[in-house]
């Protein structure tokens, strides 16, 4: 598929809610900061929602000539003071922040500038620091199953395979899929983390990714892992954090409570991508993933992931017991808690262990989550259903 079609294809799935919270924050704050991967669709998004604004000025920093339009920033902004000014991967310039808030604070106007990183964690530190009341933050993820449900010819089989990133789901087949996988992988080790600023061998990296693929939703040892590596304790959560920064892992923290049962204290780690958990292992075929040990775990991490994604201002942990007893994630949010239990089977069964954990948590709505087309009960307030009729339910709680 050409890459013009891709993005066409892109304007169908993108999230109305997600544009509309864009103008929002652009209405409230002078500047408004878009984090998300890089090729999750940042980029095309911005440019779409450009048309509908006559004053628009784009710089990618990463081109050389838009970069030496930024030489005197000062007077660049100045001389585009009345448009609309899009700076896309801020991070590489992380200095320009001290000079946004300067020139924000000599032109406040909402809505000026936007901006573009592929970074997290400490790309927002650095703006709200520099930018404090002057700033607002919206994440834009690869797709959800949310979002390509409002098309028909949507399947969770290639999404699951696939992964969210547009270029990778929209491809002509599984192996061009594949190829753009292992692609991104090759210059997010090589390129992305140099540029922003860590020397770490990318054979390195990829070491760190092989291992966390093999332990994906599962608990994380620091230690152990590290000695697996070959690393130190505190070099391996150096890495682990990279990697959540720069989106490609994610992880969830235990479940907090004051009983007196023990509890895992250590989180587990999640590839936010389904796509790139199976390239990194190999598994470039449904047929494939069917009969490969990361089955259940990959449905785990797929669910958990377009949870979160879809619901972000809950709070979120799993519960498991020293004795095994666990429910996959907690979601809390005021005085509702909702349990998740991820099952990769047409025919799910809940143990004895998550019964146990259950009567621990005491969740007002329980969601067995499995790949099946219709909901059912299973007792009061508890159903198995779908990825799509699980996000349905959960927003008549919120």
């Excluded at 878009?34 to 509908?52: A, C, E, M, W, Y």
């Excluded at 032109?107 to 573009?116: M, T």
């Excluded at 390129?191 to 390195?204: A, T, V």
């Excluded at 991820?342 to 499995?370: D, H, M, Q």
Aim: aromatic content about 10%.
């Amino acid at each position: 598929m050409q890459i013009e079609n891709v993005i066409y294809n892109m304007h169908k799935y993108i999230d109305r809610q997600i544009e509309d919270f864009v103008k929002e924050n652009m209405q409230v704050f002078p500047a408004v900061l878009i984090t998300g991967p890089r090729q999750s669709g940042k980029s095309t998004f911005v440019k779409n929602l450009s048309n509908d604004i006559d004053a628009f000025v784009y710089l990618d920093l990463q081109d050389r000539n838009d970069l030496a339009k930024l030489t005197e920033p000062g007077l660049f902004f100045d001389t585009n003071r009345e448009k609309i000014l899009c700076l896309d991967e801020i991070q590489l310039m992380p200095d320009l922040f001290s000079i946004l808030r300067s020139e924000i604070d000599k032109n406040r106007r909402n809505g000026r500038f936007i901006l573009l990183g592929s970074a997290s964690r400490n790309l927002i530190q650095k703006s709200s620091e520099s930018l404090a009341g002057r700033i607002g933050v919206v994440e834009l993820t690869p797709f959800t199953f949310s979002e390509l449900q409002k098309e028909s010819d949507s399947d969770i089989k290639r999404f699951w395979l696939r992964g969210g990133y547009p270029e990778s789901y929209l491809a002509r087949s599984d192996s061009a899929s594949a190829i753009w996988r292992e692609k991104f992988l090759r210059t997010y080790t090589e390129r992305d983390i140099p540029q922003l600023g860590f020397q770490i061998p990318s054979m390195q990296i990829n070491r760190m990714l092989q291992m966390c693929a093999h332990l994906h939703a599962q608990i994380f040892n620091a230690s152990k892992l590290g000695e697996s590596l070959g690393l130190t304790h505190p070099t391996v959560k150096r890495y682990l954090d990279l990697l959540e920064q720069t989106f490609i892992l994610r992880s969830v923290l235990p479940y907090e409570t004051n009983i007196k049962k023990r509890l895992v204290k250590s989180p587990k780690i999640y590839f936010r991508d389904s796509g790139l958990l199976h390239r990194i292992l190999q598994v470039d075929d449904f047929n494939e993933l069917m009969g490969h040990p990361v089955f259940g775990p990959s449905w785990e991490g797929l669910v958990i992931e377009n949870i979160i994604t879809c619901f972000p201002d809950w709070k979120y942990s799993f519960y498991r017991s020293a004795t095994g007893d666990e429910i996959d994630l907690v979601m809390q949010r005021k005085r509702v808690t909702i349990a998740i239990e991820c099952k990769a089977s047409t025919a799910p069964k809940l143990n004895k262990g998550f019964a146990r954990a259950y009567e621990i948590v005491k969740p007002s709505l329980t969601l067995v989550i499995a790949p099946v087309n219709e909901k059912y009960p299973i007792k009061k307030d508890a159903y198995v259903c779908g990825l799509k009729d699980a996000v349905e339910m959960i927003e008549k709680r919120v």
